[in-house]
Every structure is written in C-alpha cells, then in structure tokens.
C-alpha cells in the first residue's frame, strides 16, 4: 500500500497562474480532505469530500475548488492564484461511517510546498 | 465554534527528560481527541487518541488522558529520546467529520 500520494511535491506560480494538486489514496477511503499548513496557525481545512462526487467547503475554501470523479483521487484546484495561497497543502483520508471507530483516524499525505510569487 | 489550544513551543529537552505539552479544547458536548505528530519532511501520523472522557490513550512511550473537566489532553512522555523531535498536534474532532487542530508545538530533543 502506498497509502495517501500527492502530486506535485513542489511548485512555483506566479500570481494569476493556474494548477490542480492531486491527491491519491489506495485504502479504499470514502472521506478525503485538502489542509494547509501555515506557520504558527497548525492545519486549516479548505475543503473535503464524503464519497465519490460530493464535495464540501471547510474553513478556508475561498479560491479553490475541488473535484472527486474517482474514489481513490481528490482533486485541488487554484484558478488564479493569489501569494496569500503561498503554503503547505495536505491531503488526507479516512474511513467512512461504515468504518465504525476508525473512521476518526486521517491518513496524511507528505504535502505539497507552493510559492505564490 | 470548536477550537485547541495549544502550548506554544518550540520546546527543547535534553535527552530522557519529562514531556509536557498542553492542550485544552472547546466545544459543544465532548468530542474524540487525538494527538498528530510531524517528523521533518513528512505529513501529520496519527500519535495516539481517546473518543470519550477518562480515556487514556497511549502509543511510543507516549500518553494523555482525556480530563473531561477541564476538556483537556495533556500529551506526556517520561523519557525523551532524539528521535522524539518533531512537530505535535493536538486536535479534536468537531462537527460532523471535521478535525480542528492546534497550533503545533516543535520539540527539539538534544543528546
């Protein structure tokens, strides 16, 4: 199992570019989720999905978008990017109700560093 | 709505000393915790969790209790070893199947 994968690891944009993140999970997972991390603010939620083709804002959702066509892909999406969306992005998963107590636990992926330049 | 708060670090020890790290959550009713550990480079890994009040929950030499008094989840270990160094999170499950997570607090152990 490679668990959670992300793609890229690594991006640089320059204000008002374009790029999707993609997030693979081979658990079959019903929940996944997109955070950001950013110094001293721990992880914020920006969107999530409960199954395949529905999706959800969290905290932070201005300025994405989100897609999930394929249970095991989470798709994030950053029409024009914005240097305040400079961050670390995590992707994670987890059970659905059917996984009882574990579907509490995500499952994290390594992220993904973006500059916003 | 639901928040952590958490002991600001950075927290540096010497190796084999006592670990303290603080957290206290806010919300309605009482909700399942967890502590998240990141080891440089890595993402969040689950470190250990309690779902009710008085539940202990334990993992790596790892524990915290879920004090239902005070909401809190203080995260202790007895003896830290340099491999401990990392960035921990607590975190608390909120409405429906959203996590809300602390601030983090970087441990650094030195030998």
């Known amino acids: 199992n490679a668990g959670v994968t992300q793609t890229p690891k690594f991006r640089v944009l320059k204000t008002g570019q374009s790029m999707t993140l993609l997030c693979a999970q081979d658990?079959?997972?019903?929940?996944m989720y997109w955070y950001r991390q950013d110094p001293g603010m721990g992880l914020r939620l920006i969107h999530y999905?409960?199954?395949?083709?529905?999706?959800a804002k969290g905290e932070v959702p201005d300025g994405y978008n989100v897609s999930r066509l394929k249970k095991q892909n989470f798709l994030l999406g950053l029409e024009s990017a914005a240097p305040s969306q400079t961050s670390v992005y995590f992707c994670?998963?987890?059970?659905?109700?059917?996984?009882?107590?574990?579907?509490?636990?995500?499952?994290f992926g390594p992220g993904t560093r973006l500059l916003v330049l | 709505g639901n928040s952590v708060t958490q002991m600001e670090g950075p927290v540096t020890l010497s190796e084999e000393a006592f670990l303290t790290i603080n957290c206290t959550y806010t919300?309605?009713?009482?909700?399942?915790l967890f502590w998240y550990v990141q080891y440089p480079g890595e993402g969040l890994q689950l470190l250990l969790k309690?779902?009710?009040?008085?539940d202990k929950g334990s993992n790596k030499g790892f524990e915290a209790t879920y004090r239902k008094e005070t909401t809190s989840f203080h995260l202790e270990k007895g003896s830290v070893q340099v491999s401990d160094s990392a960035v921990y999170f607590c975190?608390?499950?909120?409405?429906?199947?959203?996590?809300?997570f602390g601030s983090g607090t970087q441990l650094t152990v030195l030998p």
């Open positions: 999905s409960v199954g395949e083709g529905t999706t």
């Open positions: 919300a309605t009713g009482y909700p399942s």
């Open positions: 309690a779902t009710k009040a008085d």
């Open positions: 994670a998963s987890s059970y659905g109700l059917a996984g009882g107590p574990r579907q509490e636990t995500q499952y």
């Open positions: 658990m079959n997972h019903e929940y």
């Open positions: 975190a608390g499950r909120g409405s429906a199947r959203q996590l809300t």
